[in-house]
């Protein structure tokens, strides 16, 4: 067994018996803080994560709920297009965790040696964000292709942009977008401003965003779904922080917060 693979069981391990503590504090014991009362390693410092754009909104909710479960720990994250992040690991950036959209991008960095071990923890797939109200009357991924219509498209090299044109191909769609993001978040805002009159993203921005947008799902989205795998990184300067997020956002816990945004289990 390696060091990562050994830290990560102590921290699900330490987790588990953490928040199992925490529902018996609630009616009424007395229980010192989860991560002493759990056995593992008392957790400190800053955990640094590397994050796929698309979770944003479900990571920033995950990393709240850790630092309660960890007081004294803090989470920080990077959100961004995950071959951007990648490079920036490779490069030598410090950061403990990565969490990509695709596992043709976590294999960069572990093929760097940069991570010893991932484990995909959730999958995901693609929808048209459309202005509200849908004023194109845009139904699938043949209306796209006609009718003069402005849309944006993730760059090819980001996961969101690969299943983009995984999707397009299945349908036999072919389109010229009048921008390609370098991350899910920007080709939304292009729908959001009124820059463009849809982009494909991923289903769980749709969600995060309905306020604002609204989405149309299409059946070639099936042959398109990104596995996200997560892993702690192997000069993560917080070893035993890292190993602990790892786990975390593998639990049951962290799995209700990721399907309700959305998210599918693998």
Do not use: W
Request: a positive charge; proline letters at 5%; aromatic letters at 6%.
């Amino acid at each position: 067994m390696t060091v990562t693979v050994r830290r990560a069981a102590l921290a699900a391990t330490a987790f588990a018996l953490a928040t199992g503590l925490t529902a018996c504090s609630s009616s009424g014991s007395t229980t010192s803080s989860p991560s002493a009362s759990a056995g593992g390693p008392k957790l400190s410092g800053t955990v640094t994560v590397f994050a796929a754009a698309s979770l944003k909104e479900s990571f920033t909710e995950l990393g709240k709920r850790f630092e309660a479960a960890y007081p004294g720990v803090k989470v920080t994250f990077n959100f961004g297009g995950s071959s951007a992040l990648a490079t920036s690991i490779t490069s030598g950036a410090p950061a403990d965790v990565f969490a990509a959209a695709s596992t043709k991008t976590m294999k960069t960095v572990t093929d760097a040696k940069a991570a010893n071990d991932s484990k995909v923890f959730v999958r995901n797939t693609l929808a048209i964000a459309v202005p509200k109200g849908n004023p194109k009357h845009i139904t699938g991924l043949k209306d796209l292709a006609g009718g003069g219509l402005k849309v944006a498209l993730c760059a090819k090299e980001v996961p969101c942009g690969a299943a983009a044109l995984d999707a397009l191909k299945a349908g036999g769609v072919n389109l010229t977008p009048v921008t390609l993001e370098q991350d899910v978040k920007g080709a939304l805002t292009k729908v959001e401003l009124g820059e463009v009159d849809a982009s494909l993203v991923y289903k769980t921005d749709v969600k995060a965003d309905a306020a604002k947008i609204d989405g149309v799902d299409f059946p070639e989205a099936a042959q398109a779904v990104n596995d996200y795998p997560i892993a702690a990184l192997a000069k993560a300067p917080n070893a035993d922080g890292a190993a602990a997020f790892t786990a975390y956002v593998q639990s049951a816990d962290a799995r209700r917060v990721l399907t309700e945004a959305g998210f599918q289990t693998p």
